[in-house]
């Protein structure tokens, strides 16, 4: 059973840093074969991708968040991170963790947490 749970959300002023964590069980993060990603919904809005990585270290960011977001993993933690610098207001929104399992064929969400960037 796949399991993931992002924790880092919280309250921050424009220009502050933030760094959200997903913790896995159940698949492995390390398997290049899987595609991990951040995702985020704000309110009205559909979710959409953030940042993702694949085949190993290859990564893609959104062209909103590009320069001020790092995604990356922690194979001995089986973590995944997304370090969030230079935040603006219109980064608040709920983010989730995917990951699309190879075996499976098909993806898996954790639960979100809230990010609000406001003064």
């Known amino acids: 059973q796949v399991q993931l749970v992002e924790s880092g959300g919280g309250l921050v002023q424009p220009g502050g840093s933030l760094r959200l964590s997903c913790a896995a069980s159940g698949i492995t993060f390390e398997n290049t074969e899987n595609i991990i990603a951040w995702y985020r919904q704000a309110p009205g809005n559909q979710r959409e991708l953030v940042a993702r990585?694949?085949?190993?270290?290859?990564?893609y960011y959104t062209a909103s968040v590009r320069g001020r977001f790092t995604i990356s993993r922690d194979d001995a933690d089986n973590t995944l991170y997304l370090q969030m610098n230079k935040l603006e207001p219109e980064d608040t929104a709920v983010y989730y963790c995917?990951?699309?399992?190879?075996?499976?064929?098909?993806?898996?969400w954790g639960q979100g947490t809230q990010v609000t960037v406001s003064s």
């Open positions: 990585m694949y085949a190993g270290d290859t990564t």
């Open positions: 995917n990951v699309f399992a190879a075996r499976d064929r098909r993806g898996y």
